[in-house]
């Protein structure tokens, strides 16, 4: 009998914890799945009645109240009628998975999520995310903490959608990083700096930055575009000022563009070797970029797109700069920017020129030359590409006190532009190669030359051996050159230096078709010594006859 009523005993048991078991299988399956909470909102259709479109009023969602765990999933639809849903959860901060919107009846509406902190986790191998695919617009207002190293997905394709609408909107998270999809627009608004410190990854439609000025909507580094697709069609705005930390590296993919739109901005360094990619100053004709090069060391960073300042304003065009600073940082232009109409300046380090600045050298006189090209003290403006820019002072490209100019000898080695002005103390650095036959060399397309006391050196590649050489070093499609380099007045001896070896060659201001400066290896006759020998020719072929 006792053994009957133990056996029944665990029979009891084991059942007990079958049922056990399978109630924890279950809710595991379901929270693997994720909880769904609907939007149903107070008065549907209506919605009129603000202190109770609260999320912890369970009526106001099909399924009641969420929970705030990280598999949770909000979502809200549209309704006849604008509205507004607050999360009024007490702290510690709402953890959800995602908020999705969806299409309703209703355009031109606004959806507005208000209220505490949200924090946004994994839920698995499934991202965060920010799904709005509503004909109405989103408006978030909420800060947003995003787990540590995790990434947001931003997926808009719908009207609108942006976060931090009339509030700090702070996104933060260590190593965190936002991802933005979608054809559609999202913003980062508020009055405080986003502060995720990961990657701003934008892949499709636009991510504009809308925070107040000098607030960061981007703490880390920038990347806009993917590699394939439309030219320029992924698109970061800027509404206002400064909106991307100094110390941004920010990379630029064949469908990338930035459109500065008049504003300023401020960022490391720029990356962008395929010439579908933009950066754009377009429709305003004003603005200013400049990058620091900060954090970088003996670096150098390419960009090969569209550069572009195309305005009918040209007031405002002359008020566009794209400006490069960075001592131990190389900036390489091997782009397209025959519509760019502002300014380049070489504030620090080298400004390299291997693709085209201003007008487009394949169309003569076509009348859009950047405004000018300035070397400051202590900084370069090199390359062997084409530096278009015109002013009606002569100082389209400027190269002040201590600034240098440097035409690279790599073939063709030649750096072009309208027109130059050396100011007292600027530099022309040359380098020739006489056994390699190749020689750097400035070619002035004939807006003028003007050499006030600027410095001249010319460094060798190879050994100066043929006596009867000539090195042409400004080719001058214009007038005469005015001026002189210091202390080298016409036929003055230069000396180049090859392994510490100097070589002397003599210089001539009006070598070639009458204007161009040219290095001779042979000392070069007087004018007067020229007369002479002509005016004797003369007389023996006279005699002769």
Aim: one cysteine or more; aromatic letters at 8%.
């Amino acid at each position: 009998m006792w053994n009957r009523f133990i056996n029944a005993g665990w029979d009891l048991a084991r059942r007990a914890m079958a049922l056990v078991c399978t109630a924890m299988l279950l809710l595991g399956s379901a929270t693997a799945r994720g909880a769904n909470f609907r939007w149903l909102g107070p008065n549907p259709g209506t919605e009129t009645t603000p202190e109770s479109g609260n999320w912890n009023v369970g009526n106001n969602w099909i399924g009641g109240a969420p929970q705030s765990v990280a598999t949770t999933t909000l979502s809200f639809k549209s309704g006849a009628n604008s509205y507004t849903a607050t999360n009024n959860f007490a702290a510690p901060p709402f953890i959800l998975n995602a908020i999705t919107t969806s299409d309703g009846d209703a355009t031109n509406r606004d959806i507005n999520i208000a209220g505490s902190q949200l924090r946004m986790m994994n839920n698995g191998n499934t991202r965060p995310k920010i799904g709005h695919a509503s004909g109405t617009r989103l408006f978030i207002s909420n800060s947003i903490e995003i787990e540590n190293n995790a990434q947001l997905d931003l997926d808009i394709t719908g009207l609108i959608a942006t976060v931090g609408e009339n509030s700090a909107g702070v996104v933060s998270g260590t190593g965190s990083s936002v991802r933005k999809t979608g054809d559609g627009q999202f913003r980062f608004t508020g009055t405080a700096s986003n502060t995720y410190t990961g990657l701003t990854n934008v892949e499709g439609g636009l991510l504009g930055f809308q925070k107040d000025a000098g607030k960061d909507s981007v703490a880390g580094d920038l990347v806009v575009g993917t590699d394939t697709g439309t030219d320029s069609s992924v698109r970061a705005f800027w509404f206002t000022n400064n909106q991307v930390k100094d110390t941004s590296k920010v990379t630029l993919r064949k469908t990338g563009k930035l459109d500065i739109f008049g504003k300023t901005e401020t960022f490391a360094t720029l990356t962008g070797l395929n010439p579908g990619s933009t950066l754009s100053f377009d429709l305003q004709g004003a603005g200013a970029l400049t990058l620091t090069g900060t954090g970088v060391a003996n670096e150098q960073t390419g960009f090969g797109g569209k550069l572009s300042a195309n305005s009918t304003n040209a007031q405002l065009e002359n008020n566009v700069t794209f400006t490069k600073k960075g001592a131990d940082y190389t900036f390489v232009y091997t782009g397209d920017g025959a519509n760019y109409k502002g300014a380049v300046i070489s504030e620090q380090g080298d400004f390299r020129i291997h693709g085209w600045i201003g007008r487009n050298p394949t169309v003569p006189n076509d009348g859009t030359a950047c405004t000018q090209a300035v070397a400051r003290a202590g900084a370069t403006i090199s390359g062997n590409g084409w530096l278009l820019c015109k002013r009606t002072d002569g100082r389209g490209v400027l190269i002040e006190n201590n600034g240098k100019l440097k035409p690279k000898k790599n073939s063709p080695g030649v750096l072009t532009m309208d027109e130059v002005y050396f100011d007292p103390g600027g530099l022309l650095d040359m380098e020739i190669d006489p056994l390699g036959g190749e020689t750097s060399q400035l070619h002035v397309l004939g807006g003028g030359v003007v050499i006030d006391g600027a410095q001249l050196s010319v460094i060798l590649d190879s050994p100066a051996t043929d006596w009867a050489a000539t090195y042409p070093i400004i080719v001058n499609d214009g007038s005469s050159v005015i001026g002189t380099f210091s202390g080298l007045p016409e036929g003055s001896l230069v000396t180049g230096y090859y392994n510490a070896i100097p070589y002397d060659f003599y210089i001539s201001y009006m070598g070639g078709d009458g204007n161009d400066v040219v290095l001779y290896r042979a000392p070069i006759p007087e004018p007067g010594t020229l007369l002479l020998g002509a005016l004797a020719a003369g007389w023996f072929a006279r005699r002769r006859g």
